[in-house]
């Protein structure tokens, strides 16, 4: 995870989402999970909060180029007053929404410092950083374990395959920076060439 800046709502999201969620809301100000479903108005930002965060998951850094999530930061059902604003929005993988649930204690990608999530490279597994406090260590472990970014395989293999594509030389940094910011966060900072990723990775 690395720090998201957040950006501002796209013109027709107050007629889109806002109003009609408000005007819900002043009828049910308390939905449950099955009501919120049926008053979903959320999900006609989905296209636009996916051209506005440039595809990249709020959790897990990397490229969504399908199955993307409006994901409540704060729940929707224990702050419904939030269920329908843009800047409660976070872009996430419909594996990390489902992680991530009702948990209160995630990290906000709105909020993290750039240094605080590190990578174990040839493992491909997310750390915190060591010099960190502890509180916000045992913050960004808590956050990677109920998110399930070391724990799903796949987030692991993907990060891992895209490592080795960069040792190989057959995507560029500048790749790395557009789909995989939290990769190329880390590649500069651990000063990891190619050609010292083919040395970890053994190819």
């Known amino acids: 995870m690395i720090r998201v800046e957040a950006k501002p709502e796209y013109p027709s999201f107050d007629a889109d989402v806002r109003r009609p969620g408000t005007a819900f809301l002043a009828t049910c100000p308390a939905p449950n999970s099955e009501q919120f479903r049926k008053k979903n108005f959320w999900s006609r930002s989905a296209r636009e909060l996916h051209a506005a965060y440039s595809g990249i ?10 199955q993307w999530t409006v994901d ?44 605080w999530f590190y990578i174990d490279i040839p493992a491909c597994l997310l750390r915190p950083n060591p010099a960190l406090e502890k509180e916000n260590r045992v913050r960004v472990a808590g956050t990677i374990n109920s998110l399930r970014l070391n724990q799903d395989d796949n987030y692991v293999q993907e990060r891992c395959n895209i490592l080795m594509d960069y040792a190989r030389e057959d995507v560029s940094f500048n790749f790395l920076e557009r789909r995989y910011p939290f990769l190329a966060k880390e590649v500069a900072r651990q000063g990891l060439t190619p050609n010292a990723l083919r040395t970890l990775f053994k190819l």
């Open 57 to 66: 998951c709020a959790y897990t850094a990397m490229y969504l180029p399908e």
């Open 72 to 115: 409540h930061f704060l729940p929707k059902t224990t702050h419904p007053s939030h269920a329908y604003d843009w800047s409660n929005f976070r872009l996430a993988s419909g594996r990390v929404n489902n992680s991530k649930g009702n948990q209160p204690d995630i990290i906000d990608p709105f909020m993290v410092d750039n240094d």
